[in-house]
């Protein structure tokens, strides 16, 4: 074996939902080894107080690939680069971009490091809604087109999955959580146990039962993940579950 040039590291890492206790002992460490950490200016501002001897890098929404190369940049003037995401980095968040761009630099070596995803925090905090076949879809149409989404919207629920929706809304996107809950009742025809949690580990965190006729008229923001039950999703004292059939067996 030939001798191998250390690459410079990068590790993009997932924060969970808000709260430390959330992140992983793994994301934790891998943040104090760092010496920069680059993210959105909301999770990094969940940083600062932790971690205040750090380089802090941020960039606004919509300049992912900006910060992607200044993460390659800063790593290669030999700086130690963690690259932050709320939640998991690889549901909706940076790892597959960085992975992408990595190819340009390949002095540059990148470690993915997995965190607590928002459709984990908030079943927890609803119950058990996830333990069968489940579906996450974003219903963001900044990087996919409407048509798209509705119709992995429409196959899901025609084949019974639960639901779990990210980016349910925002200021432009007022109505597509309603959208949403149309094409599903369409497919389903029959009303569903669904589940809402904001700011799930955060301050203000809240979680709600309710159904989908409830569900569509719902103020979701842009830090709400919702849970669309399957056909056999019961509320159990107050809390949203999805048997998994254990006792039918
Ligand atoms: N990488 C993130 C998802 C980023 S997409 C993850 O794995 O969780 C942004 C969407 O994630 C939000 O619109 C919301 O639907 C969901 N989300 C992120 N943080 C959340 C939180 N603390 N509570 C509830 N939903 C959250």
Redesign the pocket.
């Known amino acids: 074996m030939g001798y191998r040039q250390m690459k410079h590291e990068l590790y993009v890492i ?1 924060m969970g ?2 709260r430390e206790e959330k992140m992983t002992l793994e994301a934790l460490q891998a943040l104090e080894a760092c010496d920069t950490i680059v993210g959105y200016t909301v999770y990094v501002d969940l940083l600062k107080m932790r971690f205040p001897d750090k380089e802090y890098m941020t960039t606004p929404m919509r300049q992912e690939t900006r910060r992607c190369r200044m993460a390659f940049e800063e790593a290669q003037k030999g700086k130690r680069v963690a690259m932050v ?5 690889g ?3 940076m790892s597959g971009l960085m992975l992408e761009l990595g190819r340009e630099y390949p002095d540059c070596q990148v470690t993915v490091i997995s ?1 607590v ?2 459709a984990l ?2 079943a927890a905090l609803l119950g058990a809604p996830l333990m069968h076949d489940f579906a996450v879809i ?1 219903l963001s149409d900044l990087l996919t087109p409407w048509e798209k989404i509705e119709k992995r919207l429409r196959a899901a629920a025609a084949a019974d999955f639960v639901i779990c ?4 809304s925002s200021k432009k996107r007022s109505d597509y959580l309603k959208r949403a809950c149309q094409i599903i009742f369409e497919e389903a025809g029959q009303e569903l146990v669904c589940g809402v ?6 301050e203000g965190e809240c979680a709600e039962v309710m159904y989908l006729s409830e569900l569509e008229e719902y103020p979701a923001d ?4 919702v849970f669309i039950g399957n056909s056999e999703t019961r509320i159990i004292d107050g809390r949203m579950v999805t048997p998994r059939g254990y006792q039918n067996i």
């Open positions: 997932g939902p808000g995401c709320s939640g998991d980095a549901v909706y968040g965190g995803t928002a925090a908030g974003s929706l990210y980016n349910p949690v904001k700011s799930a580990g955060r842009m830090f709400t993940t």
